[in-house]
């Protein structure tokens, strides 16, 4: 994505990484060379069959797989990256960073904190967006467009997360519609990683699980984001059109471990900016998140405790600093 190189001095004008980016040292990205994965599945969701093995051999290899075909018209895709590049781009210096005040809104961060404290190269944005209806106008108004050009996202994303979480259900053996009145996409989350003068030294987002049932992640054509498989951290390629999906902790728990929830990060780059929007399709927050009971028995006994899915996500303090605002915002 092109992007104007004077936004903000804090990030281009940089000559050095300032030390409170620097992670410890084990933290940090060693080898950016590291191979471009050309063995996550990239799923073509048009072909009548095959699609469903696809999706478990992916979920259960890596944790990740991409699919194309999706049918969501590429202008939706480019509207939302665009307006979110001019939602960042308006952050100057002295913007306020926004938090969830009352119960609704959203979070603005120009360098939010890793949980070892150092700062990451990237600004996001989060926001609820469950049921749309009531969140949408609580979103940032300004793009003007910003509003409808998000919600108009978040529809496909829904139909599309569905999609794909009745594939996985079936690729299980669950019973059909097992995801359909309990799983959300509750949360948004944007990310906007400007390019960096060491890219060694810094990340974008540091090594975490994803909390969700599922993650959909569009990232245009950037790359940055890497899985670890066998100890070694592996980039997901570009594909310009297609979404990333990876396996959140919630169905690795339902699953009882058949499908990975994989740690996951970003890395930065000398020259390219990246744009992402991640959308987490969560359980709904009272449900009762344990192992599919067909998928339990003495062979293969429950290998998690059943806990509500809203005491999970404070339990683990899931969102960090922001646990609570966001859990609040969602009720
Ligand atoms: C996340 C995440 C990846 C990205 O938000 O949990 O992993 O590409 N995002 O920004
Ligand atoms: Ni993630």
Known sequence: MEMKEDKDARWFELECVPKDYIPLEENRPQNLDSPVCDSIPVIDLAK????????????????????????????????????????FYMQGKDAPTGTIPDKKGYIYNRSDFAKDGTHLWRENLKHPCHPLEKCTHLWPDTPTRYQEVIATYLVEIQKLSSRILEMIGEGLGLEQGYFKNTSEVQLLSSNFYPPCVDPSLTLGISAHFDTSLISVVYQGGSTGL????????????ASPNAFVVNIGNQLEIISNRKLKSVQHRVVTSTHATRLSIATFVNPSLDCIVEPAKVLVNELEPSLYVGSQYKDYVQRTNAFGTYTAAILNAMQ
């Open 48 to 87: 009548t069959n095959g699609p469903v093995k696809e999706i478990l051999k992916g979920s259960q290899e890596f944790g990740f797989f991409q699919v194309i075909n999706h049918g969501i018209p590429e202008k939706i895709l480019i509207d939302a990256l665009n307006v979110l590049k001019e939602f």
């Open 226 to 237: 890497q899985f670890i498989k066998d100890g070694e951290w592996i980039n997901v390629g």
